[in-house]
């Protein structure tokens, strides 16, 4: 780890709201997008010319669009209740890291061109024009939200400010303002299929270089199928799963699982991404073409069921927008979804997290464990915010919180939680969600990464802790790099079904 070019907060133990200090993260900002990541993905090459008018015209837009945007910018009655509620907040200082302070960005634009009180007297209600000085703030301040909706668990209003943070994503988009992380990411995506670019033989090489690896490790030929037609499920993990650490011991696992019960299963080259950072833009035709890749394999292959993989962000997409963008699970309209419907087997959840997977086996007596294979490690679990406050899992209220630490449970014997208010529907963000997952965000992503660092601290004090066991591929990316930062070492890092993978018993099909 290169010496950090900022000073890293240090764990206290507790978690402090610090003092204001304005500007602190003011110098942070994302490399914008060029014009051909721009223009690959639909959006102007560089700022226009008449962008002013056009980013008005695009907020007058979305507010017809999203009644809740509209009601957000008119509820806030500045009780102050979020302000300490944002890990970027707590970590930088900086109070336009305040949700409400990144809100008030865009309301004062709101106010100045959509309500009468700001269209005649702007300075009497804090009124803003939208010059280029706060253009800028936009970016800068729109890519330190992690869209992790945190802060909307506690405002008394329900305001979200992931939703003004995608409003405002998508305005910038609009008028040729984009981010290079996330836009080139979509653009890779689109092209070839995934976000890392990874093409159909690469892909193939990889799988067949995991199945040598558990061979040797169990003795057992656990297979790695890559299209096959007809099979049961198919699996739509996030590419991080294919090729980095600690993902790729997840994906072991979730084929450990299949060979396990004995369910026919298949990943595929045109849906090689779980992932789908439309949704970070709150681009919904990006969103949506990136979805129908999903359908068309699923389609093509002619699976029963659609399982996900670990990612956060993924199965916020699939739980909440497959249906429509789709059609798998119901309310797409189009011939294709209709076709898909008639294709899945109702008998299961479409789509079904890779957890809720494997939670129904061990339900039913179907996989062997042998926990003690697990004894080194004493296991806490991260809440994913996109699981956590964007989806659900299981049919049971808050089945996201027990499902996976019941799998914990089954598969080990040291599981300890960290601190309540730190965990469940309060989950502090990774720090590196939401799009904000690249080397030049890396200030944030660390100061944002303080208050799960405290809690996680706590535990690795108190309880011995040595694994903090994840359900997202930002989180493991992102806590692998950043938990050096604290004086924690990254193979304390990984997957839920990692522990799985560990511990599960296979017999060998001869
Ligand atoms: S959505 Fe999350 S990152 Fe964004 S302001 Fe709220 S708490 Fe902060
Ligand atoms: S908690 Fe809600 S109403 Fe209160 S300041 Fe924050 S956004 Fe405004």
């Not at 996680?456 to 040595?466: C, L, S």
Request: net charge negative.
């Amino acid at each position: 780890m290169a010496a950090p070019q900022f000073e890293v907060p240090k764990l206290t133990g507790y978690a402090e709201t610090p003092a204001i200090k304005e500007n602190a993260t003011a110098h942070v900002k994302s490399f914008p997008a060029n014009a051909a990541i721009q223009e690959g993905i639909g959006f102007p090459g560089e700022l226009v010319e008449d962008w002013h008018d056009k980013a008005i015209a695009k907020m007058g837009d979305l507010l017809g669009k999203y009644r809740s945007l509209r009601v957000f910018m008119d509820a806030c009655v500045h009780c102050g209740a979020c302000t300490d509620k944002c890990h970027y907040f707590l970590g930088t200082a900086d109070p336009k890291n305040m949700p409400v302070g990144r809100q008030e960005l865009m309301r004062g634009v709101y106010r100045r061109h959509f309500t009468f009180a700001g269209k005649y007297f702007p300075s009497l209600v804090g009124a803003k024009d939208l010059t280029k000085e706060l253009l800028d703030d936009w970016y800068k301040y729109y890519y330190q939200c992690s869209e992790c909706r945190r802060c909307s668990v506690f405002c008394p209003y329900g305001i979200d400010t992931a939703e003004v943070t995608m409003a405002g994503r998508e305005i910038l988009d609009t008028v040729g303002y984009g981010q290079k992380y996330t836009n080139e990411i979509m653009g890779k995506l689109h092209k070839i299929g995934n976000n890392l670019g990874l093409p159909g033989p690469a892909l193939q090489d990889t799988l067949e270089g995991m199945e040598e690896d558990m061979l040797d490790d169990t003795g057992v030929a656990v297979k790695m199928p890559l299209d096959v037609k007809g099979v049961e499920v198919l699996l739509v993990t996030p590419s991080a799963d294919f090729f980095a650490e600690p993902h790729v011991e997840s994906l072991m696992g979730y084929a450990k699982v299949f060979h396990a019960a004995g369910i026919s299963w298949t990943l595929s080259t045109t849906a090689s991404e779980a992932g789908n950072f439309g949704m970070f833009i709150g681009s919904y035709a990006n969103m949506r073409r990136a979805a129908l890749r999903i359908r068309e394999a699923a389609l093509e292959l002619g699976v029963k069921r659609i399982v996900v993989g670990e990612c956060g962000h993924a199965w916020r997409v699939a739980y909440s927008f497959w249906n429509t963008l789709t059609g798998v699970g119901h309310g797409g309209e189009d011939p294709f979804s209709i076709e898909l419907q008639k294709q899945l087997d109702p008998r299961y959840p479409a789509p079904q997290h890779i957890c809720e997977f494997t939670y129904d086996l061990i339900q039913q007596g179907k996989l062997k464990f042998d926990k003690s294979l697990n004894d080194h490690r004493v296991i806490t679990f991260h809440d994913s915010c996109n699981v956590a406050r964007g989806s659900r899992m299981g049919d049971m209220p808050g089945g996201q919180f027990v499902i996976p630490r019941e799998i914990i449970k089954a598969v080990a014997n040291n599981f300890h939680d960290m601190a309540e208010e730190t965990i469940g529907e309060a989950t502090f963000c990774c720090g590196g969600g939401g799009g904000l997952l690249t080397d030049d965000l890396m200030e944030v992503r660390v100061k944002g990464a303080l208050p799960r660092m405290e809690a996680f601290n706590n535990v690795v004090q108190e309880q011995k802790v040595n694994f903090l066991a994840l359900i997202c591929a930002i989180c493991k990316a992102q806590f692998t790099k950043v938990v050096p930062y604290y004086g924690f070492d990254m193979s304390m890092v990984g997957g839920v079904h990692q522990l799985v993978s560990t511990a599960i018993q296979l017999e060998s099909e001869e």
